[in-house]
């Protein structure tokens, strides 16, 4: 008999866990991920947990005091929708300046509550390389072409 959990129920847990995602939390990826999740988003294409693991250790490598902030949820049946920010700061090229990415995810379940398909969608140019000095300069000039 498998064990089927309430996709409501599971949503919850998923969002408390990235809002309170810590470096040393990352090891426990797998409690929220089935073994063979697929996760893409901008910059990764990758299936398996220890993959999974390895995006996350790298943003905590890569990037100070990131962190979640679920902004909506939508959970219909075995998928669900999170609207997000993505507050973090740079490592050496930013400064101190806080940083914000909005993006959305889309989720699907498998029966027992875990992510087994995340795709997270964002717009890179507008919310990252924008705001990196020197390029953000280019991809606002590129934009303003782009418009007229």
Request: proline letters at 4%; aromatic letters at 14%; glycine letters at 6%.
């Given at each position: 008999?498998?064990?089927?959990?309430?996709?409501h129920?599971?949503?919850?847990?998923?969002?408390?866990?990235?809002?309170?995602?810590?470096?040393?939390?990352?090891?426990?990826?797998?409690?929220?991920?089935?073994?063979?999740?697929?996760?893409?988003?901008?910059?990764?294409?990758?299936?398996?947990?220890?993959?999974?693991?390895?995006?996350?250790?790298?943003?905590?490598?890569?990037?100070?005091?990131?962190?979640?902030v679920?902004?909506?949820?939508?959970?219909?049946?075995?998928?669900?929708f999170?609207?997000?920010?993505?507050?973090?700061?740079?490592?050496?090229?930013?400064?101190?300046?806080?940083?914000?990415?909005?993006?959305?995810?889309?989720?699907?379940?498998?029966?027992?509550?875990?992510i087994?398909?995340?795709?997270?969608?964002?717009?890179?140019?507008?919310?990252?390389?924008?705001?990196?000095?020197?390029?953000?300069?280019?991809?606002?000039?590129?934009?303003?072409?782009?418009?007229?």
């Amino acid at each position: 008999m498998t064990d089927t959990r309430d996709p409501h129920t599971a949503l919850a847990d998923i969002v408390l866990f990235f809002e309170q995602l810590q470096a040393s939390d990352v090891g426990r990826l797998g409690q929220f991920y089935a073994a063979d999740a697929y996760f893409k988003d901008p910059f990764n294409e990758v299936r398996g947990v220890p993959a999974i693991e390895a995006v996350f250790s790298h943003m905590f490598l890569a990037l100070h005091e990131p962190r979640f902030v679920i902004t909506n949820q939508v959970v219909q049946d075995e998928q669900a929708f999170l609207s997000w920010d993505f507050v973090f700061r740079f490592k050496g090229l930013g400064g101190p300046q806080v940083q914000t990415v909005r993006g959305v995810s889309h989720l699907r379940l498998d029966a027992q509550g875990r992510i087994a398909w995340h795709r997270d969608y964002w717009d890179v140019a507008e919310e990252l390389y924008e705001k990196l000095p020197g390029l953000g300069a280019l991809m606002r000039w590129l934009k303003r072409r782009a418009r007229s």
